[in-house]
């Protein structure tokens, strides 16, 4: 059987292979470079939730404080379990789960 390359018929599948895996190094380090996060922001983050949590139960209802918080503890549980499926190991997957839910403060 004969493959249709986009390339024509003297495509080379070595060469296009080299191209796909660089362009996938390429986007994973991005992803890397997006999700990279320091402890200390996290801590930042975790404590705009936690002030945010408190203002709203005081504004609105303790309820709706309770719905902030609970936003943010099912965020950092699927983040959790998502680390560990993918090979994270405890205090490690733990961490990523914490920058994941809370590093968005470095974007403030």
Excluded: C, K, N
């Excluded at 796909?20 to 402890?39: G, H, I, N």
């Excluded at 930042?44 to 918080?69: D, E, K």
């Excluded at 503890?73 to 997957?93: C, E, M, P």
């Amino acid at each position: 059987m004969r493959q249709e390359w986009p390339e024509g018929e003297y495509a080379d599948p070595g060469a296009a292979r080299e191209r796909y895996d660089a362009d996938m190094r390429a986007s994973r380090a991005a992803v890397r470079t997006l999700f990279r996060v320091e402890m200390p922001v996290a801590h930042m983050g975790l404590v705009i939730v936690v002030i945010a949590t408190v203002f709203v139960g005081a504004v609105w209802s303790p309820g709706a404080g309770a719905i902030v918080a609970g936003v943010f503890a099912g965020l950092f549980a699927d983040a959790l379990g998502v680390a560990l499926l993918v090979g994270g190991r405890g205090r490690d997957a733990a961490r990523g789960a914490y920058r994941f839910t809370f590093g968005w403060a470095e974007r403030i």
